[in-house]
């Protein structure tokens, strides 16, 4: 069994199904339709994969899945259908240019015409003719290649430019032929990711994409000359390998003359060697000075990108500072109109406390003031009182006072309302009226 074979394949009842011709049509037998045609699908996939091509050839693939002597009734439907819904493509998708016009050239000149007349009159097991390109399998493949080519990329000027025999090996793993290489070549071109050129000597170079999300530029001079650098770098390394081989054989050869006693051979062997050396040692120069170059092209590409990036940086902090309002002259501004907010404040703050202080010093002297007054009063009031409490001490000095060891004097009942009973009256004091008074208008006044 072919190894592009599903598992399925040596199952004959599950087989004989899958070959047997369609039953009614799509819309009245949907799931045996889309059973059929995912198998085939599959295996159509699958015999690409494994043959290394993009291409179904309508009129010999029918052979491919021949099995004990049978062939599919259904596969000339199923790849009609895989045309129809855009499985299988023409060439000129690839090839021709977009627009009405290649629209026109794909329908009516480049599609088989026996195609065309059994697309509208064709019988149950009618077969398309012609070749067509596996689009899945193409856009996968083109990947791939974009994959392989950036991940052995360096420097972006300097290696993104490669010739075609290095972009043949870059595919080698999914092209068989430079037929399925050049199909590749051309989606690609067509999705501007390389653009295709042909250097001095006539050869075809491939300039390929900075990135798998850019689009290519047009392969300018300075292309051309960095692909002639690289040729004449690759010569110098081939044409200084040969010479290494023949300074050994030359070698060998003196050796050889030397032991049948020959001298002039081995002379001349020895003066041929001399000059091999010589060759090789200028080569060698030519390809330094060369590879040195080409280092220098690296690094010209190299700060480019940094040179990118500190413009890119400085574009997006530029950018984030005027979005941000953020400029001296705004900062300077602001500042200032901060620091007069903040001056404003403290000549608000030392006003207010002046002016408390006034009101308060205001306040506080018209209070001592009347407070003064008041106690100028007072103290003419207690000297008048002093003086009257000492006329009536003195008017009653005769009367005999009781000693302290005496008992206080009892009230007595007044014998009749115009007679006042002295006994009656309490004992003179004997403290100071006159302190007391003071000490009373200083308490007073504290409070």
Not at 5 to 27: I, T, V
Not at 108 to 128: C, G, M, Q
Request: charged share 30%; aromatic share 8%.
């Amino acid at each position: 069994m072919k190894n592009y074979f599903p598992k399925c394949w040596e199952d004959d009842e599950r087989m004989d199904y899958l070959f047997s011709a369609f039953r009614g049509e799509k819309n009245t037998n949907p799931h045996d339709w889309d059973t059929k045609i995912n198998f085939w699908n599959s295996v159509i996939t699958a015999y690409c994969r494994s043959h290394k091509t993009v291409t179904v050839n309508c009129e010999t693939i029918i052979e491919e899945f021949r099995r004990k002597g049978k062939v599919p009734l259904c596969v000339g439907q199923v790849l009609d259908e895989l045309i129809r819904i855009k499985k299988l493509e023409s060439v000129n998708y690839v090839i021709a240019s977009r627009g009405w016009l290649s629209w026109s050239f794909h329908v009516f000149i480049s599609t088989p015409s026996s195609w065309l007349f059994s697309r509208f009159w064709k019988k149950p097991t009618a077969y398309p003719s012609g070749v067509y390109i596996h689009r899945d399998l193409l856009k996968e493949y083109a990947n791939s290649l974009l994959e392989a080519h950036h991940n052995q990329v360096q420097c972006d000027l300097a290696d993104n430019l490669v010739t075609y025999e290095a972009v043949k090996s870059l595919s080698s793993d999914f092209c068989k032929d430079s037929t399925t290489l050049d199909l590749i070549l051309s989606y690609l071109e067509k999705e501007k990711k390389i653009c295709i050129g042909y250097s001095g000597d006539g050869s075809k170079v491939v300039k390929f994409t900075d990135g798998p999300n850019s689009t290519v530029q047009a392969i300018s001079e300075a292309d051309f000359g960095i692909i002639r650098l690289k040729k004449t770098i690759e010569m110098l390394k081939l044409q200084i390998s040969k010479l290494v081989e023949k300074k050994k054989k030359l070698h060998q050869e003196a050796k050889t003359a030397l032991k049948e006693a020959s001298k002039t051979k081995a002379k001349q062997a020895l003066r041929k060697k001399l000059s091999t050396e010589k060759m090789i040692e200028n080569s060698e120069q030519t390809l330094a000075t060369l590879e040195q170059l080409q280092d220098e092209i690296k690094t010209a590409e190299s700060q480019k990108v940094i040179l990118s990036a500190y413009e890119a940086g400085a574009s997006a902090l530029r950018k984030t500072l005027s979005d941000q309002r953020l400029r001296p002259d705004i900062v300077h501004n602001t500042m200032s109109d901060v620091q007069e907010v903040v001056e404003m404040c403290q000549d608000i703050s030392t006003i207010m406390q002046d002016k408390s202080q006034e009101l308060e010093q205001s306040y506080m002297g018209e209070e001592s003031l009347d407070q003064s007054d008041l106690e100028a009063e007072l103290a003419a009031l207690l000297n008048s009182q002093a003086d009257s409490d000492n006329e009536e001490y003195a008017t009653s000095s005769a009367t005999p006072v009781r000693d302290k060891g005496d008992t206080p004097l009892r009230r007595r009942p007044i014998a009749s309302a115009n007679k006042f009973d002295v006994d009656s009256l309490p004992d003179v004091p004997s403290h100071n009226i006159q302190e007391d008074g003071d000490k009373q208008v200083r308490q007073l006044l504290s409070s």
